[in-house]
């Protein structure tokens, strides 16, 4: 189990840490955040990338409100990256999702914070992510949070 690197210090919520019996819930919220940005996937194709790539040494994390401690507002999935250059291993961000009502509260900016804790604490260098090139809002804070872009990744619609 993977406790979190600090206190989660955001008044009115607090972090539950997730574990292998939350995979069909993260599914869920993998599921709500492609489709919030116009992507329809298939709950298998999102299923077998959670039942792939959650392994002990990551975290997940939830974001509860303080006062109704089972309503979950965020989370945030952590996994590992090779860089292709160096081949050294980094954090990266698999997913990072609040709740549209609870936005701009500082969640994603804490659980980012909570992120590159946990990433430097573990020796990594870099801390990475991918974002929808559409999603804006989401740009903004990454790059107000000091991440730069270093890749696009492009694809072409074959059928």
């Given at each position: 189990?993977?406790?979190?690197?600090?206190?989660?210090?955001?008044?009115?919520?607090?972090?539950?840490?997730?574990?292998?019996?939350?995979?069909?819930?993260?599914?869920?919220?993998?599921?709500?955040?492609?489709d919030e940005q116009g992507y329809d996937c298939r709950l298998e194709?999102?299923?077998?990338?959670?039942?792939?790539?959650?392994?002990?040494?990551?975290?997940?994390?939830?974001?509860?409100?303080?006062?109704?401690?089972?309503?979950?507002?965020?989370?945030?999935?952590?996994?590992?990256?090779?860089?292709?250059?160096?081949?050294?291993?980094?954090?990266?961000?698999?997913?990072?999702?609040?709740?549209?009502?609870?936005?701009?509260?500082?969640?994603?900016?804490?659980?980012?914070?909570?992120?590159?804790?946990?990433?430097?604490?573990?020796?990594?260098?870099?801390?990475?992510?991918?974002?929808?090139?559409?999603?804006?809002?989401?740009?903004?804070?990454?790059?107000?949070?000091?991440?730069?872009?270093?890749?696009?990744?492009?694809?072409?619609?074959?059928?």
């Amino acid at each position: 189990m993977t406790f979190p690197p600090s206190p989660f210090d955001l008044e009115g919520y607090h972090l539950q840490v997730g574990n292998h019996r939350d995979r069909d819930r993260l599914v869920q919220w993998m599921a709500l955040a492609y489709d919030e940005q116009g992507y329809d996937c298939r709950l298998e194709a999102l299923t077998q990338t959670v039942y792939t790539h959650f392994v002990d040494d990551v975290p997940l994390w939830w974001v509860a409100l303080a006062a109704a401690p089972t309503t979950t507002v965020a989370c945030l999935w952590l996994g590992n990256a090779i860089n292709p250059h160096q081949g050294d291993r980094y954090g990266c961000i698999l997913l990072l999702y609040v709740t549209p009502e609870h936005r701009r509260r500082g969640i994603a900016t804490a659980l980012l914070q909570q992120a590159q804790q946990w990433a430097t604490g573990r020796g990594d260098e870099r801390l990475g992510l991918q974002v929808f090139a559409h999603n804006a809002a989401a740009q903004a804070l990454y790059r107000k949070l000091g991440y730069n872009t270093t890749a696009l990744w492009m694809t072409q619609a074959l059928r």
